[in-house]
């Protein structure tokens, strides 16, 4: 009879799409707080409003923001992001000017809306010399006047962070609304948003934060108002036909993922006290990984080619020759045991600028949990697929 | 070997359709050798766990690793019926029932077949 295959060590390499392990406590959170008794007024857990305002309060350090109440928690980033597009009202022929490295999460609400919206433009600029936004050409987009800027922080494909504070500082000087998508940042370099001029940052809590799914961020600054994209039942105020209007019910309506939000908060007292140490472990092993990747005849890092200064969070994109990215990444995965992720990353418009189109890349993604011998192992496979 | 279930399955890329295949036994050398012919077939004897990549002259490309029941194509837009047809057949035609184990032979490069 023919022998089964046998089993390998599994290396987790794809924290990029979702952070693994959850990071310490968050398992035992969530399952404390799915055996808590529902509050009789609020059908959620007693403790679920305690674990959203410290949520809050912690996302408000990360975040440099002072009131708390600013700050929306949803049911991912897609659902926050879908709350900012339909939210800020924008009329016939206005102007959105973002970028090819945005996720879909950004680019299909936009593309949805601009169907509902008449005459609604949206210009992406392309990447720049370091391999992030090309400055000259947002400039240009920006002299027709723009209504939103809207850019990803740090790029689900290269890993390469923006400067986020200069996009928007042209942003402003165009009177635009300034929006941040923090999801593959956040928890791994500064996301001040006042700092950035970001008046919107939007992020979630599985990816870099080690989280659960199912729960996201959305922080308004103050003096801007996005129109309730959802609205409903908000557990009090049961006297009131419309939704309550003060942040941040305005933009949590339905009964909260208390189960979810007992995790995030884990998940952000961990971070308080080791991200310290455990994000410089991340992005040591991942430049270790990208040299290794660069010195393997045959094998592209995507996005090697950026200045040394331009931050980067712990991803590395990369394609083999001989190898197409789904078939790499079956290989990886069936015969040497490295889950990572292939293709096109849910960021389709960046690819062209990189030369990794139809097909895209696969990506590593390291985490603080990510040893030295799971690297090596990484780099000894790929090692053997070029070869 | 005889194909048990057909799973589509959701493909990131370019929307190709990507199937995987449940077989009636595992894949042995013998299996994989047999395969040799339906096109370029390359087999990576000296992977921690072997595995095959076929591509067929219908545009048709396989994978599967050694000693596991499935294998996953991915079809060509055009003609995908025939190229899976093809296939199909040929899987049908191969018997392993001689228990041959396949496995590295020392070499450290893929087997063009």
């Known amino acids: ?387 | 070997m005889r194909v048990h279930t057909r799973e589509v399955l959701e493909d990131c890329v370019d929307g190709s359709l990507a199937v995987r295949y449940g077989m009636d036994e595992a894949w042995t050398r013998d299996g994989i050798v047999a395969l040799a012919g339906l096109g370029r077939l390359e087999y990576f004897a000296h992977f921690p766990r072997p595995m095959f990549r076929l591509r067929t002259g219908l545009g048709l490309e396989v994978k599967a690793v050694e000693g596991e029941d499935t294998c996953r194509l991915t079809l060509p837009r055009n003609g995908s019926a025939e190229a899976e047809r093809q296939f199909a057949d040929r899987l049908a035609g191969i018997r392993t029932d001689d228990g041959t184990k396949g496995g590295c032979d020392g070499s450290q490069t893929a087997e063009v077949l």
């Open chain 1, 1 to 387: 009879m023919p022998t089964p295959a046998e089993p390998l060590r599994r290396i987790y390499m794809n924290n990029a799409a979702n952070g693994w392990p959850l990071a310490p406590g968050v398992a035992e959170a969530m399952a404390a707080a799915a055996q808590r008794m529902p509050d009789a007024r609020t059908g959620v857990a007693v403790d679920a409003a305690g674990d959203a305002e410290a949520c809050r309060a912690s996302l408000a350090c990360l975040l440099g923001v002072a009131d708390r109440s600013r700050i929306a928690l949803t049911a991912g980033a897609t659902h926050a992001l879908n709350a900012v597009w339909w939210g800020l009202g924008l009329k016939p022929g206005a102007h959105v000017v973002t970028t090819v490295s945005e996720h879909n999460s950004m680019l299909r609400p936009l593309h949805h809306l601009g169907q509902r919206v008449e005459g609604l433009r949206v210009t992406p600029v392309g990447l720049g010399s370091d391999g992030t936004v090309d400055m000259g050409e947002l400039r240009a987009a920006l002299r027709d006047g723009a209504d939103v800027v809207a850019l990803n922080h740090a790029s689900n494909v290269t890993g390469l962070v923006a400067d986020a504070r200069e996009v928007f500082q042209a942003a402003k000087a165009a009177g635009a609304v300034t929006v941040l998508d923090a999801c593959q940042s956040l928890g791994h370099v500064p996301v001040l948003a006042g700092e950035l001029l970001a008046d919107i940052v939007v992020a979630t809590g599985h990816k870099l934060l080690h989280g659960p799914t199912g729960v996201g961020v959305l922080y308004v600054s103050q003096g801007l108002e996005l129109e309730p994209w959802l609205v409903g039942g908000t557990g009090a105020r049961s006297d009131l036909v419309a939704h309550p209007p003060e942040m941040p019910t305005r933009l949590e309506a339905g009964t909260p993922n208390a189960v979810a939000l007992a995790g995030l908060r884990a998940a952000l007292d961990w971070q308080a006290v080791r991200g310290g140490t455990w994000v410089p472990e991340a992005c040591s092993r991942c430049r270790v990984l990208r040299r290794g990747l660069a010195e393997i005849p045959g094998v592209r890092v995507v996005g090697d080619e950026a200045l040394p200064c331009v931050m980067r969070v712990p991803l590395v994109s990369f394609v083999v020759e001989g190898w197409d990215p789904e078939e790499l990444g079956f290989a990886l995965a069936e015969s040497f045991g490295l889950v990572c992720r292939t293709g096109l990353h849910c960021a389709p418009l960046i690819h062209a600028g990189l030369g990794t189109a139809p097909l895209g890349t696969a990506r590593f993604s390291p985490s603080g949990f990510t040893d030295d011998a799971d690297i090596e192992a990484a780099l000894e496979a790929v090692r053997r697929l070029a070869g």
